[in-house]
């Protein structure tokens, strides 16, 4: 356990971060599967999902939770999997 107050706080203010990153994580590859499964299954809300993956993705990337390239892989293989549908 850290004894000076400065290292206590940067233990909470670190623990706060991680969790709010961890819960964006997960939001991020929720939105992912919910679109990969609605191309597979060819529901009608196929390009709505797409889309929201695509912003979550975005978003992801600008608060440096994705590398800028990462996002590009992953929009680009949403779009080739949903133009292929």
């Known amino acids: 356990?850290?004894?000076?107050?400065?290292?206590?706080?940067?233990?909470?203010?670190?623990?706060?971060?991680?969790?709010?990153?961890?819960?964006?994580?997960t939001a991020l590859k929720t939105a992912i599967k919910k679109?990969?499964?609605?191309?597979?299954?060819?529901?009608?809300?196929?390009e709505d999902a797409v889309k929201a993956a695509v912003k979550k993705i975005d978003q992801a990337a600008a608060k440096n939770l994705l590398h800028k390239n990462t996002a590009a892989r992953k929009k680009s293989n949403l779009a080739k999997k949903l133009n292929k549908a």
């Open 1 to 25: 356990m850290p004894q000076i107050k400065s290292a206590k706080k940067r233990v909470k203010v670190t623990a706060k971060k991680a969790a709010a990153n961890k819960a964006e994580s």
């Open 35 to 46: 679109a990969n499964a609605a191309i597979d299954a060819n529901a009608d809300n196929k």
